[in-house]
């Protein structure tokens, strides 16, 4: 039962941030020198929703007294509410960021991890499924990833466009 209050509690306070970052995010500036990049907050939606199910498997379960085998549980965690969980807490501030400032890059990663480039040192990007991979140092080194579904992906790419960095483009297969 513990878990199960800490359960709702976490998923209380992760709605709450959420909210919260959605009514600071709401500003969407047009500055090609000064952006974040960060997960949208459709992705939280989504996460509440699957962690409400969750929830609601799991108060079923309680109260309709049955015991919910340890494989079936283990396959609910895994494949509901950890990947949940995780929607929720990416559109928080310093989760998943890139902050362009003028000519520096960070990347922040888990709150903690933090890496620092300079957009002149960028050198290309490849554009792939969902986003752009982002060369630095003569291309050996991939630098970053940037998901071009994040709201403001297409300020970085005006901006490696206007700096004259080139994007290759994937090839198209032709049949």
Known sequence: MSFLRLLI???IVCGVLDILTARVTKKETSSLSHFTVRAPIDFAFLGAIGMGLFIA???F???ESRVIPVWIMIVLSIGLML????LMIAPIKGVWDIIVSN??????KGFIFKRHWKFSSIEYAK???GGLKVYINGGKRKAFFLD???PSSQHFIERMEKEGKTIIQ???STK
């Open 83 to 86: 990947p949940s969980a995780l």
């Open 57 to 59: 498997i799991m108060l």
């Open 148 to 150: 071009t579904m994040c």
């Open 127 to 129: 554009a792939g499924r």
């Open 170 to 172: 994937p090839m198209e």
């Open 103 to 108: 000519d520096d890059i960070t990347v922040v």
């Open 61 to 63: 379960a309680k109260h």
């Open 9 to 11: 509690v976490g998923f």
